[in-house]
Every structure is written in structure tokens, then in C-alpha cells.
């Protein structure tokens, strides 16, 4: 018997001054059992951060390995940002790139490996996907915090991104990266 997803409830304030976006967040959000928790912690984050209207989870969930975590579509259906998460291969990338204008990912794999892993392959576009490294300790201290109910405040400001949860504060660096000309 396939054991089905948990539907966690995330409320609570966005607040991104980098950028200027200040939402509230009442979310449900399904947590695969295959899921590890910091796949769903950093795709809550991306969710956070690149918020705007049209933003969305994928209704495939993490079976669909044709669809993005996360994706922004604009009121006609035209997909205008692929935001994924982890360390997606070559070929998941490539087609993100050619597919959207707009590519994002979230990941806690060293920066260094990933550049290694797309160096000699092709990768539409690779100088503008956008790479948000989580840094390992943020990811290890939001691990054990998920819960049926998550009260979360995120906040990020030049570069630093600022969380509560469940009661504790976590904070750590958040700088946009390249995966091209960054690592030698």
C-alpha cells in the first residue's frame, strides 16, 4: 500500500526588502513521503523568494519529473519562470532554460560540485540561471521543524536571510550565483 502525501499548513509573513515584496502566507503544501525535508524546506524558500503573482507548486508534485517545483505563469498560461530545486541534471536544466525566460535554483549542493557536473554539458542559457545556494547549517537547523503547522517569518535583507520557525531564529547568507565563472 503507497503511503499518500502529508498537507502541512505554512502561515505566516514574507518579507523580501531586497526585492520589495512584503506578502502574507497562508499555504498548503504537500510533503511526499520520498520527500527529504530539505527538499521541502528549500522549496518553501523558493517559494518565499521568488514570489510574485502567478507563482505556483507543481500539481505533479515530485512524481512529475517533467514539471518544475515551482513556476510562475503569466494570466495567459505562458510559463515565465521554471524555479527549481536541489541538483537537477544537465538536461532538466536545459530544458527549464529553453522553456522559460526566467531560471532559478535552489540548492544545498556545494556550488563547486554542481559547476563541475554542467561544465562539459550543454545547458541553454547557463550564465543566466539564477542559483541561490542554501548554506548546509541553515538547511541542518530547519530540518527538524517541520510540523503540521508551521508558523514562519522570512525575511532577507542585503543578502541575509532571516528565519523564525516553530519559536527559533536561523539566519545566514543568500547570494545570487552563477553556475558558470564562479568557481575555478
Known sequence: ???????????????????????????????????????????????????????????GGLSSTEDPPLSVQDDTGILRAWIDVGAPSADRLNRASKAAGRVALYTWVDLALLTKEYANKRVYRIADIAVWPLAPALMTALEPLIDREIALELTRSDGRLYLGVGGQSIEADLQERRLIGEVA
Open 1 to 59: 500500500m503507497a503511503l499518500s502525501a502529508r498537507v502541512l499548513r505554512v502561515r505566516g509573513q514574507v518579507a523580501d526588502v531586497d526585492r520589495g515584496v512584503y506578502q502574507d502566507l497562508d499555504l498548503r503544501m504537500a510533503m511526499h513521503p520520498s520527500e527529504s525535508p530539505r527538499y521541502f524546506w528549500a522549496r518553501l524558500i523558493a517559494y518565499c523568494l521568488q514570489w510574485e503573482p502567478g507563482i505556483a507548486f507543481s500539481r
